[in-house]
């Protein structure tokens, strides 16, 4: 593959580029190998990184017979680079590069066009490391004016909605051109590069390797985001969420796809809290359906605004009552549906446990201790289903409250030693990592027959423990976990999902 070859319209040439960030020549040249074993297609040697400015022959070993592509770069400051030399100096060092067979050479705009190097190919950049620049548009049109091969673009995202801006460069383009959002919030920018054919995008060697705020590793492009299926044809799924760093969601719906064979990818998508950033947000993905958005996952906090946003007649009936989605699917004309499989999930897991049908609840005595978010789901669920419920919470109004408005009853933490019910579910975080020797129920009375704690990690709490030894049936917060992704899953692809495969996931990730 030719530099100078346009491959916006294939998608399938996008290389992977491997910024090499050593401070020696000899460890970059290390590097280098490395980046090439582990899938990159072209490598970025970043000369600014180099604790010295290399000699002639540093410069020559380097770049001889190089396993990948090689582009070479020496950012100044004021891009946001480390060279701090003589501009002539940098501007000589670009040029013996280019003269010594890097296959191309990196140039801010701001040089001017007569001390631009001529006997490599030129990538013709520009950094904005605090916002989205104002007149992006006209500098990708100068840049496609311009004699360089390769345009870049690169600035800061306040949301993934600046992303889709750097997506829509892609799309305008006159030339091959590279456009990121920076920053967490811009991933989407980085992983859907190749569907929207860019000519590369940037992947780090390791997680401390990065030469710019949110650049997944290259092991992250090819194992978690699918990056070899990617294709122009690839449908978007994402998790909506502040922070979103930490949810599993994407490595179990990509290992879904994978293992049911779809063409699609799951991307975290960081949204500060508030629903005007919300909004904003889903505004901008609904302007672009030629994104192929199908569905997102919605975690705290934005499961209220996500109803909010979708419409109480656009959205299963006990999600409305719970007052919050966690599914939004996208059909093919825009139109959007919400749903609630926290609810779903956390009964069945209940219900395949006991052996029994949701509605066979009719009647049980639960015990739900807690009030929050996911109380609020699973009171819901069991009073829909006729179980008879009272909450148990540390702050009794906050009880009581939820209670009256799902026509449950409520009782402070004291009254949990006359505890009558047959189930018991913890809704509360007491038990989770790292506090695993709490236990939500000290003494397990009698009539308690089953025990579903929803906390997940670990996946066998110490109430669970307790609970076995007590002769009860144990349900795991695992199952609920795996149970919503799966009902996610099938809503959004009308294909049985790989159960075992995202289960799978979770154990591992969760090193049980
Ligand atoms: P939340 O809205 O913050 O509610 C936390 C609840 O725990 C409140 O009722 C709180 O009581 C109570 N609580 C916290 N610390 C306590 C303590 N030391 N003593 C007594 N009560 C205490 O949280 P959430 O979103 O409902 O999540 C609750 C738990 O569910 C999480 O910790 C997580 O382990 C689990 N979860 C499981 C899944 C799954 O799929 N399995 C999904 C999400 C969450 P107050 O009202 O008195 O503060």
New binding site residues.
């Given amino acids: 593959m030719r530099l100078n070859e346009h491959t916006a319209m294939s998608g399938s040439n996008t290389r992977l580029i491997c910024p090499l960030t050593a401070s020696s020549p000899a460890a970059m040249r290390e590097d280098m190998t490395a980046a090439a074993d582990r899938g990159a297609n072209a490598v970025e040697c970043r000369l600014d990184l180099l604790a010295r400015i290399p000699t002639d022959e540093q410069l020559r070993q380097l770049l001889a017979d190089p396993p990948v592509e090689v582009i070479v770069t020496c950012r100044p400051t004021r891009e946001g680079g480390r060279f701090e030399g003589d501009e002539t100096e940098r501007l000589r060092l670009l040029a013996r590069a280019a003269d010594l067979g890097a296959r191309a050479v990196d140039i801010e705009i701001d040089v001017p066009k007569k001390s631009r190097p001529t006997a490599a190919a030129t990538i013709l950049s520009h950094h904005d490391f605090q916002q989205v620049p104002a007149d992006l548009e006209s500098t990708l049109a100068k840049m496609d004016a311009s004699a360089a091969t390769v345009n870049k673009i690169a600035f800061a995202a306040a949301g993934p909605q600046d992303a889709m801006r750097a997506l829509d460069l892609l799309r305008t383009c006159k030339k091959p051109t590279i456009a990121l959002a920076m920053g967490e919030a811009g991933v989407i920018s980085r992983i859907l590069a190749k569907k929207f054919g860019a000519y590369g995008t940037f992947a780090a060697l390791t997680a401390h390797a990065q030469s710019a705020p949110g650049q997944p590793t290259i092991e992250e492009f090819r194992s978690l985001y699918r990056w070899d299926s990617i294709t122009p044809a690839t449908a978007i799924y994402g998790v909506i969420g502040h922070p979103v760093g930490h949810s599993m969601s994407p490595a179990i719906h990509n290992a879904a796809f994978t293992a049911a064979g779809l063409d699609a990818v799951y991307v975290p998508l960081l949204i500060e809290p508030g629903a005007d950033n919300f909004n904003r947000f889903m505004d901008a993905l609904l302007a672009r359906p030629w994104m192929d958005w199908r569905g997102l996952s919605v975690t705290i906090p934005h499961k209220e605004n996500a109803l909010a946003y979708v419409g109480a007649e656009n959205s299963d009936e006990l999600a409305v009552k719970i007052g919050a989605l966690n599914t939004i699917t996208i059909g093919p004309a825009g139109g959007l549906r919400g749903d609630n499989t926290?609810y779903a999930?956390a009964i069945d897991a209940l219900c395949i446990a006991m052996g029994i049908s949701r509605k066979d609840l009719a009647g049980k005595n639960v015990a739900v201790l807690?009030?929050?978010?996911?109380?609020r789901a699973v009171v819901a669920a069991l009073v829909h289903y006729q179980a008879q419920v009272t909450i148990y919470?540390?702050?009794v109004s906050?009880g009581e409250k939820l209670a009256e408005e799902f026509g449950a009853r409520a009782a402070g933490?004291d009254a949990l030693d006359a505890l009558e019910a047959e189930i018991v579910i913890n809704?509360?975080?007491?038990g989770?990592h790292p506090n695993v020797d709490a236990c939500a129920l000290p003494e397990i009375p009698p009539p308690v027959k089953v025990v579903f704690d929803?906390?997940?990690n670990p996946v066998k709490t110490q109430l669970l423990t307790q609970a076995s030894a007590a002769g009860c049936k144990t349900v795991s917060?695992l199952e609920?976990?795996v149970n919503?992704a799966v009902a996610q899953f099938e809503t959004w692809t009308d294909t049985k999902a790989p159960r075992q495969v995202m289960r799978q996931v979770v154990v591992t990730r969760l090193r049980i």
């Fill in positions: 926290d999930a807690g009030a929050g978010g996911v109380a919470n540390r702050t906050r933490r809704c509360t975080s007491i989770m929803t906390v997940y917060g609920m976990f919503q």
